[in-house]
């Protein structure tokens, strides 16, 4: 069964820095882009970035550009997302997810991921 686990979230001040894995199991990542989510409490949820099956390609939302990056390590089946100068309007719950695809699917729709993680909390506060 395809498994998505987010981990590495958690309490940072403002302009500190966060690094979030995202870890697959039952299937082999290589074959599947993956984006990053995310979701603050009341707002509807938003497309951070995503990478291609092999790193070649990645987008990122506007918001996010030039402080987040997004690599992977399909070794280790392990997509990351370094968080960096971060802000409180960043506070959310982060969620990966994987397209049925090697290439990225449009971060603006969610519906095109088919498989989703349950979440890591990240919390921008002084």
């Known amino acids: 069964q395809l498994q998505l686990v987010e981990s590495g979230g958690g309490l940072v001040q403002p302009g500190g820095s966060l690094r979030l894995s995202c870890a697959a199991s039952?299937?082999?990542?290589?074959?599947?882009?993956i984006g990053w989510f995310r979701q603050a409490p009341g707002k509807e949820r938003e497309g951070v970035s995503c990478?291609?099956?092999?790193?070649?390609?990645?987008t990122y939302a506007d918001s996010v550009k030039g402080r987040f990056t997004i690599s992977r390590d399909n070794a280790k089946n392990t997509v990351y997302l370094q968080m960096n100068s971060l802000k409180p309007e960043d506070t959310a719950v982060y969620y990966c997810?994987?397209?049925?695809?090697?290439?990225?699917?449009?971060?603006?729709?969610?519906?095109?991921?088919?498989?989703w993680g349950q979440g890591t909390q990240v919390t921008v506060s002084s």
């Open positions: 990478i291609s099956n092999r790193g070649g390609t990645t």
């Open positions: 997810a994987a397209p049925a695809s090697r290439w990225c699917r449009a971060l603006e729709i969610a519906t095109e991921y088919n498989y």
């Open positions: 039952g299937f082999t990542l290589d074959y599947y882009a």
